[in-house]
């Protein structure tokens, strides 16, 4: 499911399982805003292509 950033405090409050799959150019700014809202508990699965150090 393809979500806008709108969307995802109705969904990651509840979730206990959250996939990932975003490029190396915009994880950071992604996970950032999503776990602040994502369930404490959660299992947090990252999904990629390849990936991009940033640091």
Do not use: C
């Not at 776990?35 to 959660?42: H, K, L, S």
């Amino acid at each position: 499911m393809t979500m806008t950033p709108g969307e995802w405090p109705e969904v990651l409050r509840y979730a206990d399982v959250v996939f990932v799959a975003v490029s190396s150019s915009g994880l950071e700014r992604v996970l950032a805003q999503a776990a602040r809202i994502g369930a404490p508990n959660a299992i947090w699965v990252l999904a990629t292509k390849g990936w991009t150090p940033w640091h």
